[in-house]
């Protein structure tokens, strides 16, 4: 059974910084295109980054390039997304999402989200 | 860039009626690449639908997805009481970069 685990969601203010991780299991974790995707409080759902399983390759969505880098530890089994500069438009909850693996263009499995609070 | 416009915002509706929602892109993409999410409140979205029309297992027959040019279709032949949900439509592209996209939703709603 797959399971995705997102941690490392909190408060913070304005311009700070936070890392969330995701811990995947029940798959073969380096096989699969992972992406974050965000749900702002009472909004739609909202693509944020994909990274490839193959070769790491990484796209962003332009209203995080720059500030965001997501990164995979294959032998973690485990997904990140580094934020910083942080404003209260990045106030969501984070679901980390497996691609499927045909061709990487859908999100199969969903983790329940972890909440990114943007406040001083 | 990929926009993606969902009609209607909301729909009310009772057990046992058919329901149809629509799903408009912005530019001519592939259809394989759009798929439909279900989101009920305090949950992960759900995939129910992939390349435009094709169920994921376990996704029961009462889903169906269509296409037209731009036009995407999900319907729900007989609405049960745990669809009553929002439903997102999602479409990928790659040119002139890889990017995914999803629409505002659509609630459908108790009666």
């Known amino acids: 059974e797959v399971q995705l685990v997102e941690s490392g969601g909190g408060l913070v203010q304005p311009g700070g910084s936070l890392r969330l991780s995701c811990a995947a299991s029940g798959f073969t974790f380096r096989n699969y295109a992972m992406s974050w995707v965000r749900q702002a409080p009472g909004k739609g759902l909202e693509w944020v980054s994909t990274i490839t399983g193959s070769d790491g390759s990484t796209y962003y969505a332009d209203s995080v390039k720059g500030r965001f880098t997501i990164s995979r530890g294959n032998s973690k089994n485990t997904l990140y997304l580094q934020m910083n500069s942080l404003t209260a438009g990045d106030t969501a909850i984070y679901h980390c999402?497996?691609?499927?693996?045909?061709?990487?263009?859908?999100?199969?499995?969903w983790g329940q989200g972890a909440l990114v609070t943007v406040s001083s | 860039e990929i926009v993606l416009t969902q009609s209607p915002g909301t729909l009310s509706l009772s057990p046992g009626e058919r329901v149809t929602l629509s799903c408009r892109a912005s530019?001519?993409?592939?259809?394989?690449?759009l798929a439909w999410y279900q989101q009920k409140p305090g949950q992960a979205p759900r995939l129910l639908i992939f390349d435009a029309s094709k169920r994921p297992t376990g996704i029961p027959d009462r889903f169906s997805g269509s296409a037209s040019g731009t036009d995407f279709t999900l319907t729900i032949s007989r609405l049960e009481p745990e669809d009553f949900a929002v439903y997102y439509c999602?479409?990928?592209?790659?040119?002139?970069?890889?990017?995914?996209?999803f629409g505002q939703g659509t609630k459908v709603e108790i009666k």
């Open positions: 999602q479409q990928y592209g790659d040119s002139p970069r890889r990017m995914w996209a």
């Open positions: 530019q001519s993409l592939s259809s394989t690449y």
């Open positions: 999402a497996q691609n499927d693996a045909a061709s990487g263009t859908v999100f199969d499995y």
